[in-house]
């Protein structure tokens, strides 16, 4: 029986992945912070519940690090706020994306890097976002940016064991997290057809794994531009992000 282990499995792209994965026979462990929105959640899916806080270090090892070998680690927990005033910069909302995003990643990876079958996949949930620079998005797009080096990075230093790593890029998909964002959020998916692209670009490993394909090609496009000209265009739009 192929193990998952999937942070982030209470709700939106997280939950999902935990459904269909134990649907599909595999060994779903299923990380969250509170037990009783995780039982609710993942009411009538055959999995293991995984309780930690990522951004307290000490717990996240602890708990983790009790872990059985896996074949598949998707750490894809996160957070999104947006800057609303780059004037007057908001340092402490800065430092609570990066906490979440990348120093909780990071937690996670500490304790579980060391207990991925030889053959088996690290799989870290970045965005789409870090295509091009996005408004509002500074804090957000900077954590997700670091998860790219860092899944590129770790490749590198994986290969030897033969540990393949995936950085994963969703466009907009129908989640708790979006659902708070007030601006038109174009090409959104749902979980499950988020799920499923992830679940194949995993299957293939594949290193980067973006969608939907329109959007992410938009993006790839409008990257393209000269600055000037995406400086001048983003002045005229609603301000929006993924
Ligand atoms: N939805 C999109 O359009 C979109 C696009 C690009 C990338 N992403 C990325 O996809 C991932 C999943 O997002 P989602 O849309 O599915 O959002 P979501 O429904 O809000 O799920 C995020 C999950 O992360 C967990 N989490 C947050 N902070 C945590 C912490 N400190 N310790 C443990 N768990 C923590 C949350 O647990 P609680 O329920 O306890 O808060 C929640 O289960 C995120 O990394 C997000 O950045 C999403």
């Not at 340092?91 to 500490?110: D, K, P, Q, S, Y």
């Amino acid at each position: 029986m192929r193990s998952v282990l999937i942070t982030g499995a209470g709700s939106g792209i997280g939950l999902q992945l935990a459904r269909d994965y134990a649907a599909d026979g595999w060994r779903v462990v299923a990380c969250g912070r509170d037990r009783s929105r995780l039982e609710q959640a993942l009411e009538g899916v055959e999995a293991e519940l995984c309780l930690f806080d990522m951004e307290n270090r000490e717990q996240t090892v602890r708990v983790l690090g009790a872990q059985a070998e896996l074949d598949l680690v998707i750490l894809n927990a996160g957070s999104c706020e947006y800057i609303d005033d780059a004037l007057h910069f908001d340092a402490a909302l800065f430092e609570r994306v990066i906490r979440t995003n990348l120093i909780g990643t990071a937690n996670c990876m500490a304790p579980l890097l060391a207990r991925i079958k030889r053959g088996g996949r690290l799989a870290l949930v970045g965005s789409s976002v870090t295509w091009l620079p996005l408004p509002r998005a500074e804090a957000y797009g900077a954590s997700k940016a670091g998860l790219d080096y860092l899944a590129r990075s770790l490749a590198l230093d994986l290969s030897h064991r033969r540990i393949g790593v995936s950085l994963v890029r969703p466009g907009f998909v129908d989640t708790p997290l979006t659902r708070k964002n007030d601006f038109p959020m174009p090409g959104r998916i749902s979980v499950q057809q988020a799920s499923h692209a992830i679940r194949r670009g995993l299957s293939r490993g594949r290193a980067e794994i973006g969608f939907p394909f329109g959007f992410v090609l938009a993006l790839r496009l409008l990257s393209w531009l000269p600055r000037g000209l995406w400086l001048w265009l983003t002045r005229r739009t609603p301000r929006s992000t993924t």
